[in-house]
């Protein structure tokens, strides 16, 4: 898609939708006035006729019958001017874009909304692209029928020449984000005859070629070979698609030899929970247990191509949770890596398993400055907190303060849990050191805690994303299927590293 901003004034511009931003009052917005003049007051009649109110996310269409050269005007509402933000314009953007589209608009026009004191037009322009590219991503690989309306162009109207240029100077930058978050969503939408732990593998080599990246792909053999007993043992109930285990390295720019930041991402490819089967009603989900390993990808390929300065290690255990005559079993005693002995409780807890490796692996061979672990580790973190924020842990307040902040200003926000000790009793075992699954009070903060046993004094955070990888219904400015979650937040966090 072509994205671009020019000088304009909205009442001369010829495209297939004029897209214009009013809040939730009677007042018109000045910035609307001229369009509403050369219209005969179209724009004034939709407010006072009470079809338009201006609530978060709503939209009504006019048509100017050759007044002004726009085809169609569509009035998005951006709610109550006291609480708009950069949330708001990306949930504005994305459904009024949506709609732009589902009108059979090719081409599209968007106003920069006038909103509270603060905010620049910049990030004003970024969230309504952000918003825009979100909510129109259509996975449609198996579709025989493929949609045939697709907006192809996006243009934001400046007010002036310095606007102009500040906005084309983010517009490339914004673009790779959000084509890396829906290579994610790509990944997690795919289904698990497909994405196998082979496939992410050949994902991984095809990115380390693009992007020039290092990378070293493990097989069964030396995954055992190198003690990893959290992720052989979860790998062994599928004798078809076996495991991989992916170190995929950004150099990063400037000084060499620096300690990198390591993010590690859960890669079940399929959970079907083992001998500890779910069950059937939902189980075609599972296909999405590998979102934190698709984010951790989609970092890497926004981090390289947008040239960020840290050096940037991605940590990738992946496989295939199956129940078979060969599969682990409640019970087993298990060595992972390095650190604690794990009982294994429940086969449907193996998310923390094999993080348990990559996570030792990682501190162990590359001492990394931090590590962040992204994911879709339990459903009680969906209990807990919805699907409007990602659980986050960790045992460094800077380390987390920061994760919050560009959780704040990406949209991806997180919400703390405590990691006190006392959480630790809830996991102790009478035959290992500890075991794989507590009961069923704090399942966000024990599956936590466990983790925290294999990063040692390295700076950690975790991200439980079960709630906010997917999107069952449709929220905000997704759709239904993968949201792509963690990168929009991990690139900000990194940007400012």
Wanted: aromatic content about 6%; overall charge positive; glycine content about 12%.
């Amino acid at each position: 898609m072509k994205i671009s901003c020019q000088i304009g004034k909205p009442e001369k511009i010829k495209t297939d939708a004029l897209v214009l931003f009013a809040p939730q009052e009677q007042k018109l917005p000045r910035d609307l006035i001229p369009v509403d003049r050369a219209t005969r007051g179209q724009i004034s009649k939709l407010l006072k006729s009470g079809d338009f109110s201006g609530k978060e996310g709503e939209s009504a269409v006019s048509y100017p019958d050759g007044r002004i050269p726009a085809q169609r005007i569509l009035l998005a509402g951006l709610g109550k001017i006291s609480e708009v933000n950069l949330e708001t314009c990306r949930y504005s953007a994305g459904k009024a874009l949506c709609r732009a589209r589902d009108l059979g608009a090719r081409e599209c026009h968007l106003l920069l909304p006038e909103i509270p004191a603060g905010v620049g037009s910049g990030p004003i322009a970024q969230a309504l692209i952000e918003g825009g590219l979100l909510a129109l991503y259509q996975y449609e690989e198996y579709k025989t029928e493929k949609s045939k309306k697709q907006i192809q162009k996006i243009t934001l109207l400046a007010r002036s020449e310095t606007e102009r240029r500040l906005i084309n100077s983010t517009i490339t930058k914004i673009q790779i984000i959000i084509e890396s978050v829906n290579f994610a969503r790509d990944l997690v939408n795919g289904p698990g005859n497909k994405v196998t732990p082979e496939f992410l593998a050949g994902e991984a080599r095809r990115l380390a070629r693009e992007e020039r990246l290092k990378l070293k792909i493990f097989g069964p053999a030396e995954i055992k070979k190198m003690g990893m007993g959290g992720l052989s043992a979860v790998s062994v109930g599928s004798t078809r698609n076996l495991p991989r285990f992916l170190v995929i390295e950004y150099p990063g720019k400037g000084r060499t030899g620096r300690k990198p930041v390591a993010l590690v991402g859960k890669g079940i490819t399929f959970d079907s929970g083992g001998i500890s089967i779910k069950p059937a009603n939902g189980m075609e989900e599972m296909k999405t247990d590998m979102a934190g390993a698709a984010a951790v990808l989609g970092t890497l390929r926004a981090a390289a191509r947008l040239k960020l300065s840290p050096r940037i290690v991605g940590f990738i255990p992946a496989t295939e949770n199956m129940p078979s005559g060969s599969a682990y079993r409640p019970g087993d005693v298990l060595r992972p890596y390095s650190g604690p002995t794990v009982e294994v409780i429940s086969t449907d807890a193996e998310g923390r398993l094999i993080l348990a490796d990559a996570l030792a692996y990682a501190c162990k061979k590359y001492r990394p400055e931090a590590i962040i672990d992204l994911a879709t580790l339990t459903g009680a973190c969906i209990i807990a907190l919805g699907r409007e924020a990602s659980g986050l842990l960790g045992n460094d307040p800077k380390l987390i303060k920061k994760i919050i902040q560009a959780g704040e200003e990406s949209g991806e926000r997180v919400w703390q849990l405590p990691l006190w000790k006392e959480y630790g009793e809830a996991i102790k075992s009478n035959v290992a050191d500890i075991k794989n699954s507590g009961n069923r009070e704090a399942g966000t903060i024990t599956g936590g805690m466990f983790l925290k046993h294999y990063v040692g004094d390295t700076p950690w955070a975790h991200l439980d994303i079960a709630g906010t990888a997917h999107e069952e219904k449709g929220r905000r400015y997704f759709g239904k299927g993968a949201t792509g979650v963690g990168i929009r937040l991990l690139i900000k966090l990194l940007q400012d590293w």
